[in-house]
């Protein structure tokens, strides 16, 4: 069970001058019906990230939490290494938890993963977690926030993603292959927050790179692009990075992460957060490549 990324290379890069031409393109790209090429949304999978876990508490008195499931496709023996994958550390050499599949069983459901089953103790805890199965597996986490008084709790799902749909290096990934994140949510009365997440799946430290564009897919008036370095195996989540963007009020911007080193890669992620509720919804990076021959 080895540590190693996989994926196809192409070779093109992200040109700022063709921002409209390539915002246009991707607009008529999702317009279109196309089949999803093999590497895309795979369901079983055996080597994978759920791509943030915490074990925290958070803004807005929010306290989070991360159940954890992991689904075989088929019953019998077997088993998943996690790797909990601390934010902003290098992972390379993190402990590694074995969980057992019961013989005659195929769902493993763990309460509270990050504290419970990966003892990592006392704290405040963020990461990703990288599983790798001797079964093929699908693995989802709920992330949720629980109140004060413990009656209530409020969440979103994040799905398991197979390591082999990681976008590559700048250097070897068109920008259609980059980490886009869409459906976001944000108010000028500050009732949303949006948080962008980014996880490096290699064991290549790189620099992240991330923007927002709007709807002639250029940076909005006064946006400076972030930059963020990750070592090995590691995540990041900014909080609200883009509050001030067009007053805080839009819900048509996209963003976007992508890895500038050679030999790396990048997931990326959206949290939007009601700050008023502690509820939230998950969005997914995706790529926008064409299917393959």
Known sequence: MERQPSGTSVTARWNPCLAPICFAALLLSLALPTTAPAQLNQTQHQDGWILAASHAPGLQGSIWRTDLWVHAQTYGTGSATLIFCRAGQDNTDAPEYELEFADGENIVYVEDVVDHFLDIGGGSWLGAI????????????????????????????????????????????????????????????????????????TPVATL??????????????????????????????????????????????????????????????????????????????????????
């Open 130 to 201: 990288h599983y790798v199965s001797s079964l093929p597996v699908q693995v989802y986490a709920r992330v949720y926030s629980i109140s004060p008084d413990g009656s209530e709790t409020y969440g979103q799902v994040i799905e398991g993603i197979p390591t082999a749909d990681m976008s590559l290096d700048r250097g070897q990934t068109a920008w259609r292959g980059h980490q886009w994140m869409f459906a976001m949510k944000h108010t000028a009365d500050n009732r949303y927050r949006v948080n962008i997440g980014m996880v490096n799946p």
């Open 208 to 293: 992240f790179l991330v923007s927002i564009f709007d709807a002639t897919g250029n940076s909005p008036p006064g946006f400076n692009e972030t930059e963020v370095m990750l070592p090995p195996f590691s995540m990041r989540q900014l909080s609200d990075p883009f509050a001030e963007t067009n007053g805080g009020e839009w819900s048509q911007y996209i963003a976007r992460v992508l890895a500038e080193e050679p030999g790396s890669g990048a997931f990326g992620y959206a949290s939007v957060v009601d700050n008023a509720t502690n509820d939230a919804y998950f969005v997914r990076g995706v790529k926008l490549m064409e299917p393959e021959e």
